[in-house]
Structures are given as C-alpha cells and as structure tokens.
C-alpha cells in the first residue's frame, strides 16, 4: 500500500496507541530499538509481513525476526532449550537474537520465517520499543528499516530518508544506543552457531554459554541468509583498511587520524559502533567514495568490520 505521508510519532502513550492501532489494521510501523530502527509488522499477520518485503524490495527468501516483550512471549512462539535460558537471561532485554526450533500453535505467518522450522526471535531493550511491544501484545516482525541493501537506519530521519512514503509511520525516539544490529545466535542444532556478529560481543555470549561458538560457514546454504556478501551499501565506492584519503575521497576516521568524520577519536569500539551508520548516510550524501581507517578486530571491531566489508563488497 502506498502512503501519501508517513506519519512521525512521537513517544507518548497516546503515540503509541495509534502505532499499536496501525500495526493491528496491518499497516507497517518503523519503531525505534537499541541497535537500529526497524520495520515492524504483526507477524501473524501474512499481508502485513508482505507489506515489509515489499518496502524494503527484499529477496523474499530472506527470514525476519520476530520482536516480543520478554522471555515469557518468546517461549511461547519458539521450543525453549537450556542454552536459550542462560543466554536470554544474561542479555535480553538487548543486542541479542536467538534462532530456535518453531513451536506447534505458534502462530507465526511463514512469511517471517520465509518457511524454515525455526525463528529468530529478540527483546529489544530500547524503552519505547518495550513499550510498543508491551501495548501491542503479540510479535512484531521487524527486519531494519531501510530499503534493502541499503545502509541501515539508526534514527527517523534515516527511516523517513529510505522509506518514507512507502510505510504509515515512524515512532521517533532520537538515535539508537548500540547502532549496530543485533548478534545473532542460532540454538537448533548441536552446537550453538555464531549466525551474525553484532552489539554482544562472541567472546561475552562464549563467556556466559561457557561454550565456543561456530562460525556459520558461508558456503552453508540455510545460514542466516542476511549474509549477502554486498550489503549496508553507500552509492559511491567504499575502501578500507585506508590511511589518508585519495585526492577524491572523503575519509571515515577511527583513531588520531585527519579526516571528515570520526567513528572515535579515542579508539572506543563501543563509540564507534553507536556513529558507524549515521557517518555512512551523512558521508553517502556528500557524493564521493569513502575512504575509512583500519578498525581493530576485536570486541565490538569484529561487527562493525563485518559491515564495513559488506559496504565494501563488489556490487
Ligand atoms: O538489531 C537487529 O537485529 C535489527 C532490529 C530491528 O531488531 N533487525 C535486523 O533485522 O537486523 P534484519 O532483517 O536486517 O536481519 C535479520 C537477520 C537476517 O540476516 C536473517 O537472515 C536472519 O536474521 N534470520 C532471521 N530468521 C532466521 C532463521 N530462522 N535462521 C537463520 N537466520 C535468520
Ligand atoms: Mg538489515
């Protein structure tokens, strides 16, 4: 459905209630989380969920992942196991996913899943988001809410510069906390799975689990299909691992280091990661290729190099 505006909503609990009216009726609502705004969905709701795909331009192949309120509302969608207690426990609300086993009667449109048996499902521990969630009483499907491919958004603005028009509305709580999506951790196999590095780092999930996890072969064809190697792209060319700009590049810092905008001046992965998107869409606009400063992997390092290769990859 093509919307003549998108409304922009603020926080209140009137605001809310109107969002939790639209995603009722079926309509889409970009709200606000920790890492990035998402494009939320009644995931029950199978016309909605195409509604989402149909924003974004999305392969269709591509699962989402289904937002609840708290612990309680995830075991009722997914089949619970030991792992998913100590991990949910430790990091939920926050940057975290699990991928489990669906649950008979889970009333899911298969859409979300892009009908595998499993899904991914997460607490956001954004406040509003918490909110929406609590007031809306059911799962939201959210992917990010960009046009697909496309650098992720982590403010209204963003949203409203990818999507607006296409989407009822944008509840707006200012720039997100984290920045960087959530890590995603997939628990239906025997050993847990390493699916997306994000806003936890492997070694503080490896630290609770008291377990290694694997790294998801990319050759692997279930995978978390989000690993589309070219992703998060800005228009013009991106370079990495850069020490001074070329002649027509404008420079993505990290570090002591002369440039147009800095990730973190001190070196803080944490800092880096929360400025890593809005940097992308404010250097994306000043229409020239982006030269960006080794960023050490580690922590945090470990995701914000996993996007930066994706903005990098071959088109
Ligand atoms: O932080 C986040 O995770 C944000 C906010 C909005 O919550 N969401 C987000 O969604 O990044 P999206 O759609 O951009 O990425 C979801 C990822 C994709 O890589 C998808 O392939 C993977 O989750 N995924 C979803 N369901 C899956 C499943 N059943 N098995 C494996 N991977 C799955
Ligand atoms: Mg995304």
Known sequence: MKHERTVSLGTSKEALGHAVSLLRNGDLVAFPTETVYGLGADARQGEAVAQIYAAKGRPSFNPLIAHVASIDDAKQLVRWNDRAEVLASAFWPGPLTLVLPLRDGHGISSLVTAGLDTLAVRVPGNET????????????????????????????????????????????????EVGLESTIVGLFGPHPMLLRPGGVSKRDIETVLGETLQRQSTEGSITAPGQLLSHYAPNERVRL???????????????TVNCDLNLSQSGDLKEAAANLFDYLHRLNAMHAPIAVSPIPETGLGVAINDRLRRAAAPR
């Open 129 to 176: 988001a918490q909110k929406l969630l609590n007031a809306f009483g059911g799962p939201v499907a959210a992917p990010s809410a960009n046009p697909s491919g496309k650098i992720s958004p982590t403010s209204a603005q963003h949203v409203l510069d990818g999507l607006g028009g296409s989407i009822a509305a944008v509840v707006d709580d200012g720039p997100c």
């Open 241 to 255: 691992n850069a020490t001074e700009p070329r002649a027509d590049e404008v420079m993505l810092g990290f570090g």
